[in-house]
């Protein structure tokens, strides 16, 4: 099992950065993808952004590109969600997920690709 835990999630004005941390324990493997989610109120949830484990390739949602940064230290077992320019839009729940195995680039857009969650960790952006 492997246990995901977000933290860095808050009420924050338009145009300000956050730095969300998805901390991974448990049995961990290479070739996990990491991946973040997001789902505003009466929304589905939608895919943000994904890395690999192994070569730390990444993945962004087009709305993402230029905004939201994905990385990971492997060390701490630790993925990492770098926000900027956030605007009201970006106000949602944020998950982080990993995948048993490798995914490949369609896949691992797909949420139910996944095989763990993390609880998630609110962000809120006022205009």
């Known amino acids: 099992q492997v246990q995901l835990v977000e933290s860095g999630g808050g009420l924050v004005q338009a145009g300000d950065s956050l730095r969300l941390s998805c901390a991974a324990s448990g049995r961990t493997f290479s070739s996990y993808v990491m991946g973040w989610f997001r789902q505003a109120p009466g929304k589905e949830r939608e895919f943000v952004a994904a890395i690999r484990w192994s070569g730390g390739r990444t993945y962004y949602a087009d709305s993402m590109k230029g905004r939201f940064i994905i990385s990971r230290d492997n060390a701490k077992n630790t993925v990492y969600l770098q926000m900027s320019s956030l605007k009201p839009e970006d106000t949602a729940v944020y998950y982080c997920?990993?995948?048993?195995?490798?995914?490949?680039?369609?896949?691992?857009?797909?949420?139910?690709?996944?095989?763990?969650w993390g609880q998630g960790t609110q962000v809120t952006v006022s205009s």
């Open positions: 997920a990993a995948s048993r195995g490798d995914l490949g680039r369609i896949l691992l857009l797909r949420g139910s690709e996944y095989d763990y």
